[in-house]
């Protein structure tokens, strides 16, 4: 074993110290000294560079199947949540006086509208059908897959879709209008007022045909009072209406030209156009044409054209009353009548009695005014309870009252039984305030 310190100096070596040898041979230790000490200026033999395919490492050739621990299903999700919270939008879209961060993208893919614009642009939306909530709600149905058409609203987002030509959308709230149980009765009547701004015949008037037991409440509600004299007009109008009988469409159209009668006056011939009065019974359109002691109903009667309706109604319904049921005029005259309402029967109504009847009482603007205050304490009941009139519905008292051979000759059912002649007046009428004299 051999422990030394062996100095080396050369041109161009580097200095080997504390060289510590355990047993190696003098041999070996010679060599090393040897190899040390040459010179370091000879050429080196290069290594010539070979690829990995030249040196036996081929690649690869069967196909290799990874499981990714991140499914893909995640990507939809992030992307949705991106949309969702408006991250990284592209475009501000003005609608009223909001401002909407929206991604171009998903506008361009739901409606050629948005394909007119480019990124970074400023979309303002003037269009009067298209309101900022209705904008609001078509955007959440792009960006959420869950978004369901709501109540609320509804007509607003509607109009947007119609705007934006959304057809998928407007398929969605059609369902929605189609559904008789979530759009009946009073709901058809509120949404009917929610187009009334926007003029949408086809929702209206499928709104107007759902507005049938409640057309007497309707009437006694402000909004009906505030409605337009074309919109006024459009419901009662309607065949689909459901009353005692047609003077009480008519009370109805006078109940809303009385409301403001000097600005309503002009449209007075349009609302009475409504009225169907050869579906009147005689006796009561008779009385139209007498004196009246109210001053606007007095002005109705005076205008040669409405006149001319209730002559016109008085002449059919009296012909049909007394012509020979075998009469060939008979058909003639049926195929020009008037198209019938929905009759129902409220037994509670004091001028739906016979007028044989003791309880029955003349239906003068002022019982309507109270026959619409007994609605509004009733609200839904009212509604409720009533039913559709057949030719056997009748109030008790009112059989009792009617002579037999009345009875007998009834064919088919009038809400009140005329008087044997339109001659008669009101004097024949029990409970009836004479005409006035002056």
Not at 107 to 128: G, H, N, R, V
Request: aromatic share 12%; charged share 20%.
């Amino acid at each position: 074993m051999m422990n030394e310190k062996t100095n080396l100096t050369s041109s161009g070596a580097t200095e080997l110290q504390d060289l510590n040898t355990y047993d190696i041979n003098n041999a070996t230790i010679d060599l090393v000294i040897e190899s040390c000490l040459k010179s370091g200026d000879f050429d080196c033999e290069q290594l010539p560079p070979k690829t990995l395919d030249q040196i036996g490492f081929k690649p690869w050739l069967e196909s290799v199947e990874f499981d990714f621990s991140w499914e893909k299903s995640q990507l939809g999700e992030i992307i949705s949540k991106l949309l969702f919270e408006r991250q990284g939008t592209e475009v501000q879209v003005h609608v009223e006086d909001r401002v909407f961060d929206c991604h171009l993208t998903v506008l361009q893919f739901y409606t050629e509208y948005f394909k007119q614009f480019k990124c970074k642009d400023i979309i303002k939306i003037s269009a009067p059908q298209v309101k900022a909530v209705g904008f609001e709600k078509v955007y959440e149905w792009m960006i959420d897959d869950k978004a369901t058409p709501q109540r609320e609203h509804i007509v607003e987002l509607y109009m947007a879709a119609a705007y934006f030509n959304l057809p998928d959308l407007i398929k969605q709230l059609w369902c929605c209008f189609d559904s008789t149980t979530l759009f009946s009765e009073c709901e058809a009547f509120k949404v009917y007022l929610e187009a009334v701004p926007y003029d949408v015949p086809i929702l209206q008037n499928l709104m107007i045909s759902r507005i049938q037991k409640f057309f007497l409440l309707a009437v006694t509600t402000e909004e009906f009072l505030q409605l337009e004299h074309q919109h006024v007009h459009q419901l009662l109008d309607s065949s689909n209406v459901c009353v005692n009988s047609e003077m009480e469409v008519y009370m109805s159209a006078l109940r809303w030209l009385n409301h403001d009668w000097e600005q309503r006056k002009e449209h007075a011939v349009l609302i009475m156009g409504a009225v169907r009065f050869s579906l009147m019974p005689p006796w009561f359109t008779t009385s139209l044409k007498a004196k009246q002691s109210d001053y606007v109903q007095q002005e109705l009667v005076d205008n040669p054209e409405i006149l001319n309706m209730i002559n016109l109604g008085l002449s059919y319904s009296v012909t049909i009353e007394f012509m020979d049921k075998n009469s060939p005029q008979t058909e003639q005259l049926a195929i020009q009548q008037a198209a019938q309402r929905q009759w129902i029967f409220d037994e509670m109504t004091s001028h739906h009695h016979q007028y044989e009847c003791p309880n029955w009482l003349y239906l003068d603007f002022k019982l309507f005014n109270q026959f619409l205050l007994r609605i509004i304490s009733e609200g839904s009941a009212y509604v409720n309870r009533l039913i559709f009139a057949t030719s056997e519905t009748r109030m008790s008292c009112c059989c009792n009252a009617l002579n037999p051979k009345q009875e007998k000759e009834r064919l088919t059912f009038t809400p009140i039984t005329p008087l044997p002649s339109p001659s008669a007046g009101l004097m024949a009428m029990p409970n009836a305030p004479p005409p006035s004299s002056e």
